[in-house]
């Protein structure tokens, strides 16, 4: 007796579905979606879903791996409970998260979607730090849940179907060592290079297709002005009068270059002892107000934090989309607290007197907030000393905290 039908072609989500089908060869059938009888069963029209036997009616690609995985004994789902839990984090990741961002990211790019410039650059820093969460674990791991293959290598794995032939080209596969070590292993399964192996990776990011992009509306023509007779050529400026400079890449940059070079503080922090060196050669030959500012940098949403080496691979990503302002900026963010109870707080040396400038090189500066500080008040001082040491817990609401983890920008 035939245990059901899968229906669904080879979208990003049917990708595991019909991998578990021939490997664990399942009495299964293969529908791409098109029949009446997929339309009849369902109504919606989303795939991957599966008709079992007796009418029993299934939707959504986690519950059908999972009922599939179920027909046949194996070891996908992990070897005991917390692994199979671990399983069931990592497969529900991918699809309301890696997948979801990705989509919207890609969309434009495959004309299924107007361009957005702001939504895209908003999802494509969503999705980096989705990437750092798994770069972080694959640097300690083999698989994402111990150190053999589960179903959640394979369904994450599956997700990068479109960024890998989109949006990520050779330049961004060689920053990411472990990930693509673990993804090259995973998708070179039985699992999924039936699918796999034919699939050619983008060698740079494509462009949005120029019918794709919201075009600006015309400007009116002015009234035509009568003809002329040819001008005579302008007068040449005198050779005193100044040439206009080019507007500076930089907003920070029409600052000029401050007395002392940041580099000369980042070396001086890196190769000396911190407190008994490095901060009193800041406070006493480095730091000028009217040069620099100081900034308390809090994340705002400490609620939505979970694992603290999570919180600290937020921290990562937020300092690698502020890499623009790496001149102009140093700093350390901590991460305080314990795994479900953590938080995320920093001090920031800034060129000039405002943060933006600075910080909105990075599209989730948002998320966060700024606070000036005052290099005169001992309780700032002793702050920012703090952030940059992490010798001593962090005071939050008047609750001495212990510091975790964190990351330095320089």
Known sequence: MSQGVLYGAEQTR???????VKVLDLDVKFDDATSEEFAAAFPLKKVPTFAGPKGYKLTESIAIIIYLLSLKENKL??????????????????SSELLATATTAFAPF??????????????????????SILESRLQEFTYLVGERLTVADLFVASMFYRPFTVLYGQEWRDAHPALMRWWNTVVS??????????????????????GN??????????????????????????ADEPVEAPKPKHPLAALGKPSIDLDEWKRKYSNEETREVALPYFWNEFYNDKEWSLW?????YNDELTLTFMSNNL???FFNRLSASTKYLFGCSVVYGENNNNGIVGAFLVRGTEALPAFDVAPDYESYEFTKLDASSAEDRAFVENMWTWDLPVEINGEKREIADGKVFK
């Not at 049917?14 to 578990?20: A, N, R, T």
């Open 213 to 238: 992009k919201k075009e600006k509306a015309p400007k009116e023509k002015a009234a035509a002005a009568p003809k002329k007779e040819k001008a005579a050529a302008a007068p040449a400026a005198p």
């Open 77 to 94: 789902l992990g070897k005991n409970t917390k692994e199979y839990a671990s399983v069931l984090r990592w497969l529900s990741f991918a």
């Open 315 to 317: 921290v990562g990503g």
């Open 296 to 300: 308390k940098v809090a994340f705002k």
């Open 14 to 20: 049917v990708l595991v579905p019909k991998g578990l």
């Open 189 to 210: 399964t039985d699992y999924l290079n039936w699918f796999f192996a034919d699939v050619k990776l983008t060698e740079k990011p494509l462009e949005v297709p120029k």
């Open 110 to 131: 495959l004309g299924r979607a107007q361009y957005n410039k702001k939504l895209v650059d908003e999802n494509l820093a969503k999705l980096d730090l989705h990437v």
